[in-house]
Structure formats: C-alpha cells, structure tokens
C-alpha cells in the first residue's frame, strides 16, 4: 500500500487515514519466513499518519488469521493475531535510509507494507500449540498422546548403560 504523503507535507492536512488487506504473495518476506503457515484470509491493516508539530508518526491496528500445524502433535491449529504499533516517519532528506528507527518517506510516498510485515514476524509465534498442555506426540510409534496414552515402554535405558543391566542377572 503506498500512501500519498503530498497532503500532509504541504500542510494542507493533518491527518491521512488508511484502510487496507492483503495477501503476503509467493515471493514475500512473510510467506518465506512463514513457509508452513497458511495465511487463508486477507491480513487487514487500519490506521493513520499524522503530523505532530515538526514530526509524523504512523499508528496502525492488523488482524491477521492464519492456521497452521501444532507444534508438537502436528494437529491443525487457526489463531487471530492482532497487533497495534506506531512508527515515527521521516523523510529521506531528513535521515538516513539505513536508519531503522524511522520510515523513510521517498518522493512524497509512504510504502507502508514493509512496516506491517516487519511488525508481523516480530508478533507471530515462533511456535504454535493446539493448547497449552498438548502432550505431543509418543517419541516412538507416533501416536497422539491427547488422544489417550500409548502402549509402549516407557522405561528407556541408556545404551551406554546397557552392559551393566547384565550385571544384574
């Protein structure tokens, strides 16, 4: 979403509201950091840039839906994220563009897509869980231990240990 900043830097007004969704496309940061979660309804973004007396400051709400697999008993999981955030706003004159404290406004344009997906990946779960207690799955025939338990031994014996077992008999 490029947002026309020409308004606010001729003063003309103070403030620009926003309203937009989209989908993170193939080749996107966010679906390649994300490979296995589905993204399956449009991320929707509101907000607005406003001039505060000598310096903008970009406030924006997301709401993002997205399913993907639980981390330890691989069942399917959907969950809401819903992220609020303001950034300051300068423009390239002003600052650096390798200063990453500030958008940088280039040629009276404000893309704003780089900033939501950049709040995005700092809010998602590394790991997702279907709940809190999920058992996972057993480390040996794979059954989901939410489901009941299994019947397979659970008493391991380290291999290294396992010559001293002989000892016993």
């Keep these: 979403m490029i947002l026309d ?12 509201d926003f ?48 399913s993907t697999l639980c981390a330890r008993c691989i069942e399917p999981v959907s969950n809401v994220l819903e992220i609020s955030f303001e950034k300051d706003i300068a423009s390239s004159e002003d600052v650096s563009s390798e200063n990453d404290d500030y958008i940088i406004i280039e ?3 404000l893309d704003l897509l780089p900033s939501v997906e950049e709040e995005i990946m700092l809010e998602m779960p590394s790991r997702t ?12 025939c794979g059954k989901n231990l939410n489901e009941g338990d299994c019947d397979c031994d659970k008493k391991e014996v380290d291999p290294r240990l396992a010559i001293l077992k002989t000892l016993l008999q």
């Design 5 to 16: 900043m020409l308004p606010i830097l001729s003063g003309s007004l103070q403030q620009i």
């Design 19 to 66: 309203e937009f969704s989209f989908r993170p496309s193939e080749d996107s940061l966010l679906a390649t950091v994300y490979a296995d979660v589905d993204f399956a309804e449009p991320i929707i973004v509101t907000g607005y840039v406003k001039n505060m007396a000598g310096y903008m400051v970009l406030s924006a709400d997301v709401r993002v839906s997205y």
């Design 107 to 109: 040629d009276k344009k």
């Design 129 to 140: 869980l279907c709940k809190e207690d999920c058992l996972g799955l057993c480390h040996k």
